[in-house]
C-alpha cells in the first residue's frame, strides 16, 4: 500500500461501532424487483401472441415473428413428451 512503501505507520481499521448491517443498493435493488408485487391492472391485457407449434412451419415462423422481430408464445412444444 501508499503507506507501506512510504515507510508510515497503518491507517487505523474502520469501526463499525454500534452499527452492524450494511444497506447496499447492489444487495436491495435485486431483491425487490423480485419480491415487488404487481399491480393486477398490468397483467389485464394479452399482448404477446400464442400460437399453436403444430400448426406453423420454420418458414412461416421466420416470415411472421423472427423478421420482423416479434414476441411469440409458441404453444403445445410439450404435449408429446409424457
Do not use: K
Request: aromatic share 14%; glycine share 8%.
Amino acid at each position: 500500500t501508499y503507506r507501506r512503501r512510504r515507510g508510515l505507520p497503518a491507517a487505523p481499521a474502520a469501526s463499525l461501532g454500534a452499527t452492524h448491517y450494511y444497506y447496499s443498493d447492489v444487495l436491495y435493488a435485486p431483491w425487490h424487483c423480485g419480491t415487488a408485487a404487481i399491480p393486477p391492472r398490468w397483467s389485464r391485457f394479452e399482448n404477446v401472441p400464442r400460437v399453436a407449434a403444430s400448426g406453423l412451419s420454420v418458414e412461416e415462423f421466420a416470415a411472421r415473428f423472427e423478421a420482423p422481430g416479434q414476441p411469440v408464445i409458441l404453444t403445445g412444444f410439450a404435449s408429446g413428451w409424457a
